[in-house]
């Protein structure tokens, strides 16, 4: 790792500051029943804070003044107050749950209530660190989650891994929909150029966790809930610019309530360009949304458009390890492919509260999307192009005839799908009972043109000419029973089982050489989840919990996409997870604390290495068994209502159970991460943060192999925001001290050991102008 520091006492000033911060207050008082008896066992929550009241009915928490608090309790009607006051007698008449709590609890966590481990950043949070990134750089800042990307600077494609599972192995929605590719379970985060600006808040629960329906939870899961409706009408613009000539435009119009009381939209208009920090990896994104929201006393109505355009450069290749500390050519790379891709979702979120005991709401989507990726192709044999159309060559007379070419490989389609859920209660328990039906078509077909060899420009001219074709189809259904049942007053049982069921298939079109394949495959899943959490007071939680979770294999783990070779593609084996993890929080005036260890053993888990002679593919290696365990934790100090200080980690072991590399560490696994953070506001005109974000050592390689070993790093990032009447200005500056570091790596062996890296942006700046009319 290599270090500058060119500044050093014009920054130590800045230093003292950090982060923004709402004023908090400590809200303590008792609940009672009309008849003045205390009420245990309550239910007390505020966003992503929450607690339950003592045997006497008494109860304390520290959320931010002016906060809406939320009293729930099986057998009692809902009530919610504002936390303008710092003593309350609350009194709960007799009723059931109102159905939004339900709704919550079910598929959203909160402290002191659900048993799993997880993090939420609110629309303040990511209001004062998102600028222009890809959303897992900025999910980075929160605990076991690690984030890099392709171009260096957070722009264009970017990943995010959660306990050392990639994206592919995370559940990701956006407003209830699921994100994750039906076939490839991979997530475009470049389809999706500023959603954070709509972001109401994004949880990450870790683990299992408490995913109902979707793709498969194994690392985690991540829930991004995008804002409609606000009280007050509202118009801005923004204007961005920053280092590697990265620039954003934004528009945004929200109607408020002026429209009609019941009845508000929302529009944003959006473009992201950056050049990368890495040479060829430039990124054009281009994005809109639409959302409408109705409401009435009993039912909301909320419409969502969102569409996003991309047209990305990329280099497939690494730096290799002898350039990688080399300011200017650890940048450098060669002109590979473009990726261009257009994505729309539509979704229809319903919730119907029929009365005190019964409760409706439903997801109705629809995801449609298309685009290729490009790439000029040197001295490529006819055979693997089935460019003999003619059939006037032999196999090995196609093997050794060469041309160039530019391939495109295209990806057309779309799926649909449905997800109501129906909860009801009675005074001790509550079910939420629900299912997901999903349908997928999706069109894979490959051409080439621009051809250097003289019969096949004769033939073909400037036309393309698709040398494989195959469809694929998939019908996927879950099914599931969630229950909570409060077993005393201060101790809470959930559970739940689920059902997920996948019909496959795949047909191969008959063009030159390949095998026509029409392959299939059914996969049941019964996946089990159960917690308790124990209120030791309305401070102090245990919680534990046990889940199992099971993952169809991807398309490309089968067949490749335009194979004309593998005579008998091998349906792989279905990957599954055991989650057992234990964990306390602590919640006061001051201090809120969580932490947690968990194990997950993971049965029949796909490696994946980049394939280094096809340019965005991977090659995939089975693993009979690894183990991912560690702890997590997460500090807040609240030091008075301007200065607040968070500190979040991982230690991570993520090993080999089985085979020649058993007890080495997986690849691309950080052993160790952390983010600091202290944050400072001194009114609503200024706020300022400091962060320092921490990520150990890594391996390239399952045999650990110290030439292939990514050093730790550590990055400096502060930014502060101030406000002159409509006019806001954010200046964020990250890696501060101009650090050279590696984010991802491969290696290969070939005449001696190779290492190739991925680096990280040096010191950059993003400046934020934003006009409020």
Known sequence: MNTHYPIRNTIL?????????????????????????????????????????????????????????????????????????????????????????????????????????????????????????????????????????????????????????????????????????????????????????????????????????????????????????????????????????????RFNYNSGKELYKNIGFNVRLSQIKSDGYRDFHNSRQNAGFIGIEHQTEKMTNQFRAQIGYQNTDLTWDGISAADINNRELRKLGYESYTDVFLQQIYSFNTSYLYNENLNFRNVLYLVNGEGYYEVFKHDEDFYDYNLDITNQFSDLEEEDRETDLLRRKWIVNNYYGIAPTLSWKNNSIRFDIGSELRFYKGNHYGEVSNFSDENLISQFGKNWYKYYQYMGTKMSFTGFVHMLYSALDNLKIIADLQYQGHRWELKQNLIGHAKGHTLSAPWDFINPKIGVIYNISSNYFLFANYGKSQKEPADSQIIEADDNWDANPVIAAAEVVDNTEFGCSFINQKINGNLNIYNMNYHNEQLKNIDIEQEGEYEYSLVNKTTHEGIEFDLTYKYNSKLKVNLNGALNYNKFATGESKGNFLPNTPLSLGNSTISYKSSEQFSTFINVRYVGKQFVDAENTREGQIDSFALLNIGSAIKFNNLNVNLKINNLFDTLYSTFGYSYEYNGYWAYYWPGATRSYNLKLEYQF
């Open 13 to 249: 000033t800045f230093l003292l500051f950090s982060l923004s911060f709402t004023q908090t207050i400590k809200v303590q008082g008792k609940i009672l029943t009309q008849n003045n008896e205390p009420i245990s066992g309550v239910n007390i929550y505020a966003g992503n804070v929450g607690t339950s009241s003592q045997p006497d009915g008494s109860f304390s928490l520290n959320v931010d003044a002016n906060a809406t608090i939320t009293f729930s309790h099986i057998g009692y009607t809902n009530k919610t107050i504002r936390a303008n006051s710092k003593e309350f007698i609350i009194v709960l008449k007799q009723g059931a749950l109102r159905g939004n709590s339900i709704q919550i609890s079910a598929s959203r966590a909160i402290e002191g209530i659900t048993p799993f481990a997880f993090s939420t950043l609110t629309k303040e949070e990511i209001k004062n660190h998102y600028t222009v990134e890809d959303v897992p750089m900025v999910l980075a800042s929160e605990p076991g989650v690690y984030a890099y990307s392709e171009s260096g600077n957070g722009t264009g494609y970017s990943y995010v891994s959660i306990r050392g599972f990639d994206q592919s192995k995370i559940s990701v929605m956006i407003d209830n929909v699921p994100l994750n590719d039906n076939e490839s379970h991979q997530v475009y985060w470049v389809d999706h150029g500023d959603i954070l600006s709509n972001a109401k808040d994004v949880q990450i629960q870790r683990g299992v966790g408490n995913s109902l329906y979707g793709s498969a939870a194994f690392g985690g899961s991540i829930n991004v809930i995008t804002e409609i409706i606000n009280d007050d009408k509202s118009l801005n613009t923004s204007i961005d610019y920053g280092s590697f000539n990265t620039q954003k435009y």
